[in-house]
């Protein structure tokens, strides 16, 4: 069941809802060929390693683009895949290898968005034509209408705009737990952290971001009238 | 005018997070095989010249020439300290100075 199908069922997609699940992880392990093909790579066997790079390069792009600026995308790709390299012993065959390249390729936007934060990049304002976005979205009259504004770039943008506006911190633990609809537990198993860590930054990050629009709309509204 | 109650906020939300999903469903795919490759072939020839006998072979050569080092700077130290100066003692050359008439008389 795809992460999105699982949202559903728990019923987080439609508001912006906290799932505190702290349920244990389905028990799955590397599948026997690819623990047969880490094991090639780790005993020397060098060129298999572009196997496991064409089983997933894709699996982590998407991770990937959906965190990172378009044009760095491909960047962190190969950075994660590299990583995965140096740190192939740690992989402990318990978990697919499909979610141990996950937690990589988390940890490595994160670690971007940090190296960013220091970097101070200044963050665009919104334009008129986000505004507008604004507007029409929330006087859709049909679901169809609805969704057809979810498509537009504005959208993305204005996504961009506010998660650029949390720390590196909140912005992972938002992306993974009310974004991608990973329970608790399996943002901390991806980020490293603490279940409790993971919990209470997610609960500031969705307080952080609703303050966020709700200060939007507010201004929004004052110079609308 | 724009309402900003709690379902304008609600329905934002919901909005930015179907954006999202959007966004993730149509990720262009990467190719990195080759970069990444070449990157691990070249970690993996440094790696191989870090066999065990490389390691023992430098281990031995480097502790071969740490201790010539020390043994250098202690000979070099004991010599200094203890060799009698070459230089003419002054309290002798005083003495012999005294002893030896100024005019032979």
């Known amino acids: ?225 | 005018m724009m309402r900003h109650d709690d379902d304008s906020l609600n329905s934002l939300a919901r909005a930015l997070i179907e954006a999202y999903r959007a966004q993730s469903q149509v990720s262009p795919p990467v190719d990195v095989r080759w970069d990444v490759m070449r990157d691990v072939r070249r970690s993996a020839t440094e790696r191989s010249r870090w066999t065990p006998a490389t390691v023992l072979d430098q281990l031995v050569w480097r502790t071969a020439t740490i201790t010539a080092a020390v043994v250098l700077t202690a000979s070099v130290l004991t010599v200094s300290l203890w060799r009698p100066s070459l230089a003419p003692n002054p309290v002798l050359v005083a003495e012999e100075l005294e002893s030896v008439p100024l005019f032979d008389e």
């Open chain 1, 1 to 225: 069941m795809s992460h999105a199908a699982v949202l559903v069922d728990r019923g987080i997609i439609p508001g912006f809802h906290l799932s505190m699940a702290n349920d244990p992880l389905p028990v799955m392990s590397a599948s026997a060929e690819e623990s047969g093909l880490v094991r090639r790579v780790r005993e020397g066997e060098t060129e298999r390693f572009a196997d496991l790079i064409d089983q997933y390069q894709n699996h982590v792009g998407r991770i990937v683009a959906r965190r990172v600026p378009a044009d760095r995308v491909r960047e962190l790709v190969h950075e994660v895949f590299v990583k995965a390299y140096v740190n192939l012993a740690q992989f402990s065959e318990s978990v697919p290898f499909e979610h141990w390249l996950a937690g990589i390729a988390v940890r490595t936007c994160y670690d971007f968005w940090r190296a960013r934060s220091r970097e101070e990049v200044p963050v665009s304002a919104l334009s008129d034509e986000h505004t507008r976005w604004i507007e029409q979205t929330l006087s859709s009259h049909s679901d169809r209408q609805f969704r057809d504004q979810t498509a537009r770039q504005e959208a993305r943008e204005l996504l961009g705009w506010a998660l650029a506006r949390l720390s590196p911190e909140n912005r992972a633990v938002l992306t993974l737990v009310h974004l991608d609809g990973y329970s608790v537990r399996e943002a901390a198993d991806m980020l490293g952290w603490s279940l409790v860590n993971v919990k209470v930054r997610a609960h500031r990050a969705r307080k952080a971001l609703r303050e966020l629009l709700r200060h939007t709309l507010a201004e929004k509204a004052h110079d609308a009238t």
